[in-house]
């Protein structure tokens, strides 16, 4: 009888593990499913924020290049008007670089006794509106 009542206990308690094992390893799926989607929401905000990021500094840098450009479309403006009313022809008066002015600011520098570059410049204005542009 012991026999029979073992093996029927030993039948049960092979039940009981298998229910209990099914149970934990339910259970450990669904934590590493958790484990897995928080996983994967952060990596998606790391994402969001380098997107973002990256948008601001593109922004950024294109605001710094539209500011540069006005500035130097400026600087050349206020050339081309120092070298008109120095006596040189820069071309229009525009605000942009043109092979007349190119040529107007290399004599200006040349009967200057300044390095001949033909570009404009700040340090370029400057010498003309101390010399009367």
């Not at 050339?79 to 040189?88: A, H, P």
């Amino acid at each position: 009888g012991s026999l029979v009542g073992g093996r029927e206990g030993a039948q049960a308690g092979a039940i009981i593990g298998g229910v209990v094992g099914l149970a934990q390893g339910a259970k450990e799926k669904k934590q590493r499913k958790a484990q897995q989607e928080a996983y994967a929401r952060q990596q998606a905000e790391r994402e969001r924020i380098q997107q973002e990021q990256q948008r601001a500094e593109q922004a950024r840098l294109q605001k710094q290049a539209a500011a540069q450009e006005d500035f130097e479309v400026r600087t050349v403006l206020e050339i081309q008007k120092s070298l008109m009313r120095l006596g040189f022809d820069p071309g229009d008066i525009n605000g942009k670089m043109s092979p007349a002015t190119e040529n107007a600011i290399r004599l200006y520098e040349q009967q200057n006794g300044l390095l001949e570059t033909g570009r404009p410049s700040q340090e370029l204005l400057k010498h003309m509106l101390q010399h009367g542009g």
